[in-house]
């Protein structure tokens, strides 16, 4: 009865997207009424799954609907642009019904001013979700770069709750300085995983190199808590990079440096520190990205310990016409533990490994509220401790927004 009503409630407000949209004069851009801008959605999306339990052996296989209706909004005046995203969804499995779940949230971003005066922004979320983050890259609060948590946890029940803050101006024309501070908190419904609390502060100073080109140099601390640990462990961070700036084809943005890890009763780690980011539009038709970055963050699996995280990815986008487009992904991440962690007969080094492949093809049809897509991805984790797995889903959906 739950579920049916879960899905009622999805498929009526598809069905009044559409509806509206056939009724109104520009469906697929919006609703406008002064600056705002009000933009109904709603997503369907059919996924086989060749592993829901992430089994190494007698892997169970299963299909799942994920069912999703929110809104979009937006507001642009003279030096000022807010945006906000509301969602609710459900996730309904074929055979394994005791694992069906909701998901929801909301994320908020407020900005004004430019740097030839005073450049304010703010950002807010809170989602609640289970399984991969739909609207992770959605939520990236500022230029405050978040903490990766890339171990287990990474797929069970969460809430997650950022607040950014920033201010940046322009003290010459050829120095602006950047300053913000970032907190994330996640908290895990397993009280056997711990929650994860951080705070981040960071400051950036550019100098302009040439009319295409800043230099930059990035100062950040920060503290992480696990509720568990005797005091929070803190780190300081150093790096020295180059950024594009005002290009059409080229953007990249890379940094290196140094981050100093503490942690109570434990010797401070030292290592080298990066991150980096280009985007490369080829052609009107392809475009190139790629990143990597890493650190050091506190467990959530282990009261006193900590990881290092390395993690790369790169992408194409292909317009294949028009009206569709082709994309392909790929990524990988190692997590190294600073302590060695308890086993069965003793302690053991723990190592995990994750990568992935993923291809996905969009239609944008006649009717321009209405995308259709299919999707295939790809992942195997290793490691030195938990047993090593591999999955594969196979997506159908449909996305209506007007």
Known sequence: MKKTMKKTVIITTILGVALISNAGAEPGNGIHSGGWTFSPYANLRETYDSNVEKASANKQDDFFSDS???????YSAYEIDFSGLGYLGTRNYSDLTDKDFSIGGEVLKFKQGTHD????????????????????????????SPDSVLDSTATTRRDINNIGVSAGRNLSDKMTLDVGYRFDDVNYENPAIFDILNHIGQAEGSFHLTDKTDS?????????????????????????GLKTRGTDKVVFKGGVGIQLYERPNAEDVTSINYDLSAAWIATDKITFQAGGRNGTVLSSLYAENGSAYNTVWAGAFYKFIPTILLSANASYRQDDYLDPVSVSGGSKDRTDKGSGVGARVDYMTPAKFLKLYAETQYQNVESTVSPTYDETRIMLGMKLQY
């Open 68 to 74: 999703e209706a929110g809104l979009r909004l937006g």
């Open 117 to 144: 005066t005073l450049v304010i922004e703010a950002d807010q979320t809170f989602r609640r979700t289970e399984d991969i983050d739909l609207h992770g890259s959605e939520a990236a609060v500022l230029g405050v």
């Open 216 to 240: 930059f140099v990035t100062l950040l601390g920060g503290l992480q808590d696990n509720g568990v640990i005797s005091d929070p462990a803190s780190y300081y961070t150093g790096r020295v």
